[in-house]
């Protein structure tokens, strides 16, 4: 190795120790953030912070299989018990009677301060007669029996109206004194992490100190034989980082295997093969650099697209190699590096468009490639024939070269036959135009099918919420945060009352504003003035007003007490349900209010416009989750098409440019053209669901086909294909489909649907690049 390459040697390996520190650094996720806006609407904001920090995305739900009822219920209670003491977990929740006792203690305490019941016609004789009579009616019910003991002090229900809200909604089963699934043959619990849902780190350290305790807990004589079953957000986030890991690790295994097989074949020399891996290790370091430079967090999926990302970078190694080696490097560079300069423009231009997307993961899967891509050729170009030193030549280059002539020659015969294809293709898009795309983004989760079963099994059975549903309620403090929840929640109460909604929670109702509290503290009245009230209203009733003074007691330690804090909540599962509801923001406070549908609407969902009517002038805006995803996805599309149509249009016009010919561009764009169409056809045909990565697909399938379209053109001005040449296209075409045929394979749809449109696009570009190539008519 001479002086200078031994020079561009060490810098390159300077460089790249330089990109591994920075790499080292960067922080890699697989969140829900790939599919998130980077400029949301302020509806797809609430959406963002939900997914990212909201109470739900902190949710996990588990299940206790096999052995009885008792087995089951032990074996819940013990692990409860473990995980409450643990710091990862804000809340640990089984049913167990004690969880709801610390809650009704503080309710009991607090009540005339908590419930909206508390007026001063409450405490009129009027309403002390109706509130008591209704109580002494409670007390002939099942339910009435677990407040017997309470009527003394609460003689007018305050306590009743408070407890029935601490659960609303669908409620648990119980079995041996813990929650049950609905069949009884599982026992159930609900946690809620301390970590946030985009926290993925976090999850899985929770999911794993789950296991690690239910293993201590079924040690225990007679729990053998017992399973555990989880689901939610953050279950999935931490099986979609494994899944994306283990198939960009297997993926780039596969194509980097597939490869190097090929290329040791056609090389048959082990620096050859070497020397390809600069400009390929240099695109991949690069990629990854800048896009952790700019966004701060490189996505997984981004990295797996990096791995297609290899048989495009090696494209340019094995164009220098085999072309190089009869003409020598002054002669590459003067005849062919041209022709490949503008294919790596065209690929520039096509990747360089999802830049300006909205879509966090196109901006990143766009930077990548476009970085990669560069940077691979600008090494190809001037670092390694450096490295390589004069005298590169392949062994039966040529002649594996000239076994390809023949097919080139005779390639015209499919002209019409194709075409043919193509006008069906044609007609089948256009009859299919109005169902072509997936219209969900859904299409684009990693969850699978068993695993959303088990979710929604859980779900039922707990009656957890999915939060679909929201009104929503900023406000520059706290105090203005509560006082607008209370008025918001007056108008959707008036929507339960009518049977429109099923219900909604609020933080207001275990913490109400100081107005409100203050507001009920003054309908309380003085001890005697209570005194004499009760006389008259229980005259010649059951139940003698001597026997209420607890009842005096309290209200008048009500009347004396101080607000109720957040701090007075701690401890009980209270605090949660607020600090769930009622969240402190950089620019203030923020209040959301999930509303459920009403019984027997779960699936037709709630009336949009009703809700959207009675919070007109409340300050609150209403949200629908699942149509804010829709609009979302859709929105992903329109920008997706436009991008799309922008790379190519600038492919057209950079290549129009160069070439100055219409039949010329006609000759490198059409194949392109049809090739898309013959692959969006296909694919469709198949049942395969499209979405939004392959409608990048497309585009990718555009940027990289051009650089062998461009190669064809050559005969549009009279130069030959040499066989070197020829060999050159062919291992390009090939390590393309390699590199991003693999993808095809994944089960993340992203990938999968990267690699199955790029990978048969990338043949497709290639044939019928030679089937209808411009021929300069002979002299």
């Given at each position: 190795?001479?002086g200078?390459?031994?020079?561009?040697?060490?810098?390159?390996l300077?460089?790249?120790?330089?990109g591994?520190?920075?790499v080292?650094?960067?922080?890699?996720?697989a969140d829900?953030?790939?599919?998130?806006?980077?400029r949301?609407?302020?509806?797809?904001?609430?959406?963002?912070?939900?997914?990212?920090?909201?109470?739900?995305s902190?949710?996990?739900?588990?299940s206790i299989?096999?052995?009885?009822?008792?087995q089951?219920a032990?074996?819940?209670?013990?692990?409860?018990?473990?995980?409450t003491?643990a710091?990862d977990f804000?809340?640990?929740?089984?049913g167990e009677a004690?969880?709801?006792?610390?809650?009704?203690?503080?309710?009991?305490r607090?009540?005339?301060?908590?419930?909206?019941?508390?007026?001063p016609e409450?405490f009129?004789?009027?309403?002390?007669r109706?509130?008591v009579?209704?109580?002494?009616?409670?007390?002939?019910?099942?339910?009435?029996?677990?407040?017997k003991?309470?009527?003394?002090?609460?003689?007018?229900?305050e306590?009743?109206?408070?407890?029935?809200?601490l659960?609303?909604?669908?409620q648990p089963?119980q079995?041996e004194g813990?929650?049950?699934?609905?069949?009884?043959?599982?026992?159930?619990?609900l946690v809620?992490?301390?970590?946030?849902g985009?926290?993925?780190d976090?999850?899985?350290a929770a999911?794993?100190?789950?296991?690690a305790?239910?293993?201590?807990?079924?040690a225990?004589?007679?729990l053998?034989?017992?399973?555990?079953q989880?689901?939610?957000?953050?279950?999935?986030?931490?099986q979609?980082?494994?899944?994306?890991?283990?198939?960009?690790?297997?993926?780039?295994?596969m194509s980097?295997?597939?490869?190097?097989?090929?290329?040791?074949f056609i090389?048959?020399?082990?620096?050859?093969?070497?020397?390809?891996l600069?400009?390929?290790?240099?695109?991949?370091?690069?990629?990854?650099?800048?896009?952790?430079l700019?966004?701060?967090?490189v996505?997984g999926?981004?990295?797996?697209?990096?791995?297609?990302?290899?048989?495009?970078?090696?494209?340019y190694?094995?164009?220098?190699?085999?072309?190089?080696g009869?003409?020598g490097?002054a002669?590459?560079?003067?005849r062919?590096?041209?022709?490949?300069?503008?294919?790596?423009l065209?690929?520039?231009f096509?990747?360089?468009?999802l830049?300006?997307s909205?879509?966090?993961?196109?901006?990143?899967?766009?930077?990548?490639?476009?970085?990669?891509?560069?940077?691979?050729a600008?090494?190809?170009?001037?670092?390694?024939?450096?490295?390589?030193?004069?005298?590169?030549?392949?062994?039966?280059g040529?002649?594996?070269?000239r076994?390809l002539?023949?097919?080139?020659?005779?390639?015209?015969?499919l002209?019409?036959?194709?075409l043919?294809?193509?006008?069906?293709?044609?007609?089948?898009?256009?009859?299919h135009?109005?169902?072509?795309?997936?219209?969900?983004?859904?299409?684009?989760?990693?969850?699978?099918?068993?695993e959303?079963?088990l979710d929604?099994?859980?779900?039922?059975?707990?009656?957890a919420?999915?939060?679909?549903?929201?009104?929503v309620?900023?406000?520059?403090?706290?105090?203005?945060?509560?006082?607008?929840?209370?008025r918001a929640g007056?108008?959707?109460?008036r929507?339960?009352?009518?049977?429109?909604?099923?219900?909604f929670?609020?933080?207001?109702?275990f913490?109400?504003s100081?107005?409100?509290?203050?507001?009920?503290?003054a309908?309380?009245?003085?001890?005697?003035?209570l005194?004499a009230?009760?006389a008259?209203?229980l005259?010649?009733g059951?139940?003698?007003?001597?026997?209420?003074?607890p009842?005096?007691?309290?209200?008048q330690?009500a009347?004396?007490s101080?607000?109720l804090?957040?701090?007075?909540l701690?401890?009980?599962?209270?605090?949660?349900?607020?600090?769930?509801l009622?969240?402190?923001?950089?620019?203030g406070?923020?209040?959301?209010?999930?509303?459920?549908?009403?019984p027997?609407?779960?699936d037709?969902?709630i009336?949009?416009?009703?809700?959207?009517?009675?919070?007109?002038?409340?300050?609150?805006l209403?949200?629908?989750l699942?149509?804010?995803?829709?609009?979302?996805?859709g929105?992903?599309?329109q920008?997706?098409?436009?991008?799309?149509?922008?790379?190519?249009?600038?492919?057209v016009?950079?290549?129009?440019?160069?070439?100055?010919?219409?039949?010329?561009?006609?000759?490198?764009?059409?194949?392109?053209?049809?090739?898309?169409?013959?692959v969006?056809?296909?694919?469709?045909?198949?049942?395969?669901?499209l979405?939004?990565l392959?409608?990048?697909?497309?585009?990718?399938?555009?940027?990289?086909?051009?650089?062998?379209?461009?190669?064809?053109?050559r005969?549009a001005?009279?130069?030959?294909?040499d066989?070197?040449?020829?060999?050159?296209?062919?291992?390009?075409?090939v390590?393309?489909?390699i590199?991003f045929?693999v993808?095809?394979?994944?089960s993340v749809?992203?990938?999968h649907?990267i690699?199955?449109t790029?990978?048969?696009?990338a043949?497709?570009?290639?044939?019928?690049?030679?089937?209808f190539?411009?021929?300069k008519?002979a002299?």
């Amino acid at each position: 190795m001479t002086g200078s390459a031994l020079r561009a040697l060490l810098v390159w390996l300077l460089a790249m120790l330089l990109g591994a520190v920075v790499v080292w650094n960067t922080r890699f996720s697989a969140d829900v953030s790939f599919f998130l806006p980077s400029r949301p609407t302020a509806e797809q904001a609430v959406m963002v912070d939900q997914l990212r920090e909201g109470a739900v995305s902190r949710l996990l739900m588990l299940s206790i299989e096999g052995g009885d009822a008792g087995q089951r219920a032990r074996a819940s209670r013990a692990l409860r018990t473990a995980l409450t003491g643990a710091s990862d977990f804000a809340t640990v929740q089984n049913g167990e009677a004690e969880g709801v006792d610390a809650a009704r203690d503080v309710l009991l305490r607090h009540r005339y301060l908590l419930s909206t019941a508390v007026t001063p016609e409450r405490f009129s004789v009027e309403g002390l007669r109706g509130a008591v009579n209704n109580s002494i009616d409670l007390l002939s019910s099942s339910a009435g029996l677990l407040f017997k003991p309470y009527l003394a002090r609460d003689p007018t229900g305050e306590l009743v109206e408070l407890v029935s809200g601490l659960n609303a909604g669908v409620q648990p089963d119980q079995r041996e004194g813990v929650w049950a699934s609905r069949d009884g043959e599982r026992a159930m619990l609900l946690v809620q992490t301390r970590a946030l849902g985009s926290d993925t780190d976090g999850q899985a350290a929770a999911i794993a100190l789950i296991r690690a305790r239910f293993a201590e807990a079924t040690a225990l004589p007679g729990l053998d034989g017992l399973r555990l079953q989880m689901s939610g957000p953050g279950m999935f986030a931490v099986q979609s980082r494994a899944t994306i890991q283990q198939e960009v690790t297997r993926l780039s295994i596969m194509s980097s295997l597939a490869i190097a097989l090929l290329l040791g074949f056609i090389y048959r020399r082990t620096r050859l093969l070497l020397l390809t891996l600069v400009p390929v290790l240099s695109g991949t370091l690069a990629g990854v650099v800048v896009v952790g430079l700019v966004h701060g967090t490189v996505f997984g999926i981004t990295v797996g697209f990096g791995a297609a990302l290899i048989g495009e970078a090696v494209d340019y190694a094995i164009y220098y190699f085999v072309q190089s080696g009869r003409l020598g490097q002054a002669s590459w560079r003067e005849r062919y590096w041209p022709t490949i300069r503008l294919g790596v423009l065209t690929s520039l231009f096509g990747f360089g468009a999802l830049l300006f997307s909205g879509f966090p993961g196109l901006a990143q899967l766009g930077l990548y490639a476009l970085t990669g891509v560069l940077t691979a050729a600008v090494v190809t170009r001037y670092l390694l024939p450096r490295l390589a030193g004069p005298g590169v030549h392949l062994h039966d280059g040529a002649r594996l070269g000239r076994r390809l002539r023949p097919l080139v020659a005779h390639a015209g015969a499919l002209r019409w036959p194709l075409l043919a294809l193509v006008l069906v293709a044609a007609a089948y898009l256009a009859q299919h135009r109005h169902d072509l795309w997936y219209p969900n983004l859904s299409a684009l989760s990693t969850v699978s099918a068993s695993e959303a079963e088990l979710d929604g099994r859980l779900r039922a059975d707990l009656g957890a919420p999915d939060a679909r549903y929201m009104a929503v309620i900023t406000a520059p403090d706290r105090e203005s945060a509560l006082q607008a929840a209370e008025r918001a929640g007056a108008q959707l109460q008036r929507l339960v009352d009518a049977g429109l909604i099923g219900g909604f929670d609020s933080p207001a109702r275990f913490l109400p504003s100081d107005a409100a509290q203050n507001a009920r503290r003054a309908s309380l009245p003085p001890a005697d003035e209570l005194r004499a009230r009760l006389a008259l209203a229980l005259a010649d009733g059951p139940l003698s007003a001597g026997r209420l003074q607890p009842f005096v007691d309290d209200v008048q330690a009500a009347r004396a007490s101080t607000n109720l804090t957040r701090q007075d909540l701690d401890g009980t599962g209270l605090a949660l349900a607020v600090d769930a509801l009622l969240l402190q923001r950089p620019g203030g406070w923020s209040v959301l209010l999930p509303l459920r549908p009403a019984p027997g609407d779960a699936d037709t969902g709630i009336p949009v416009q009703a809700v959207r009517d009675a919070l007109a002038g409340s300050g609150a805006l209403f949200i629908d989750l699942k149509g804010e995803f829709d609009a979302l996805y859709g929105e992903y599309i329109q920008e997706a098409i436009q991008l799309s149509a922008a790379g190519c249009l600038a492919i057209v016009v950079a290549l129009a440019f160069v070439l100055r010919s219409g039949r010329r561009l006609a000759g490198v764009m059409l194949p392109l053209v049809m090739a898309v169409m013959l692959v969006v056809a296909g694919l469709h045909a198949s049942g395969e669901r499209l979405h939004l990565l392959h409608l990048v697909g497309m585009l990718l399938t555009v940027a990289v086909g051009s650089n062998y379209a461009l190669f064809f053109d050559r005969l549009a001005v009279g130069e030959p294909l040499d066989d070197e040449t020829l060999l050159s296209i062919a291992v390009a075409s090939v390590t393309t489909v390699i590199g991003f045929g693999v993808l095809a394979w994944s089960s993340v749809p992203v990938l999968h649907a990267i690699g199955a449109t790029v990978g048969p696009g990338a043949v497709l570009a290639l044939l019928l690049s030679a089937v209808f190539a411009v021929r300069k008519p002979a002299a």
